[in-house]
């Protein structure tokens, strides 16, 4: 569609109204991203003659940076496709707005990642034009309507988890300052050590715990906090988006498995159809965290990861190296 306008927006009163089924994309989630420390949002949309939006995609940009190693740089995030009009060319509306988030961040950002597409093949084309390069990665779902979460598993784990709970540990939903408190100290130190894991400003989780959007969870043993997640919800499907626990200081409680397991159950029974893991990361052979998930009976889905660097021959030489 030629006649479309893409027009970039920064700030959340600017943004021209538009309904979003997919969380990643919304308005709300711009906005929460505009209130976060160290994040900044960008919304791609592109309009009709009338100014209709025909189609939007939310790109944000993570400041990141650290004392010891020394560094601090800025890449840009988008999660998903975006979301299109049912009379929208999707791939070449995409690539256009593809192109205009580059001419924008060309020179503030290290790097651009999209990930999670509906489809391995999505945009394919749109990505090689701009100068993408894919990087294989596994994508992970568990199917919530055919068979119950409990068929899905082992035995023996669903006989660890029902220990556990005897044991007294239990999983809620966060509803307490407290409570807040220690779910967001798990998630820093647990992914302290994870330089590729990026962990949000409070007031992002603040945003998720105190909407529709999401929920956070946290697992507790005698009133410790020993695991925690947060779930987004989009159409028929739940993402669980971060998660972090003590799984070497409570070992024996399994606090890893539980924590997972309350999320698929909170999702099964709250009716949706699936539920996706971000980031189970790159398809090695031996990955502890992939095999880890998929002992729930999740379905593991080959997917790719596309980068853009902006630093030109640096780009050229990643995309020789992950030539496809």
């Not at 592109?46 to 190693?69: C, E, I, K, Y």
């Not at 971060?242 to 397991?261: C, G, M, V």
């Not at 990861?305 to 990643?318: D, E, K, P, S």
């Amino acid at each position: 569609m030629s006649n479309l306008t893409i027009n970039i927006y920064t700030k959340p009163s600017e943004v021209p109204v538009f309904s979003a089924d997919n969380p990643f994309h919304s308005a709300e989630l711009f906005a929460l991203c505009k209130d976060t420390p160290r994040q900044t949002p960008y919304m791609i949309v592109a309009q009709d003659a009338s100014g209709a939006v025909a189609a939007n995609m939310l790109a944000v940009v993570r400041h990141r940076s650290s004392w010891f190693p020394p560094y601090y740089y800025m890449h840009c995030r988008v999660v998903g496709e975006g979301e299109y009009r049912a009379d929208v060319p999707q791939d070449e509306v995409f690539g256009q707005m593809l192109q205009a988030l580059i001419d924008k961040l060309s020179r503030r950002v290290l790097y651009i990642e999209v990930s999670n597409l509906s489809q391995k093949m999505f945009g394919y084309r749109q990505f090689r034009q701009n100068h993408f390069f894919p990087i294989h990665w596994m994508s992970i779902h568990n199917s919530l309507h055919s068979r119950t979460p409990e068929e899905r598993i082992s035995e023996r784990m669903l006989q660890r988890i029902n220990a556990a709970y005897k044991r007294g540990v239990t999983t809620e939903t966060v509803s307490s300052e407290e409570d807040f408190t220690a779910c967001s100290k798990l998630l820093h130190q647990h992914n302290w050590l994870k330089p590729k894991r990026y962990i949000p400003h409070d007031h992002f989780f603040r945003g998720i715990m105190t909407t529709d959007m999401g929920r956070l969870f946290v697992t507790k043993y005698h009133g410790h906090v020993i695991g925690c997640s947060v779930c987004v919800y989009s159409g028929r499907n739940a993402f669980l988006w971060y998660s972090a626990y003590r799984r070497k200081s409570y070992a024996f409680l399994h606090p890893d498995e539980l924590t997972i397991w309350h999320a698929i159950k909170d999702a099964h029974q709250r009716g949706y159809d699936h539920i996706f893991f971000l980031d189970v990361g790159l398809p090695f052979q031996k990955n502890p965290y992939r095999e880890f998930i998929l002992s729930f009976g999740g379905k593991p889905v080959s997917t790719y990861r596309w980068f853009h660097c902006t630093i030109g021959w640096l780009n050229r030489l990643l995309s020789w190296i992950y030539r496809d």
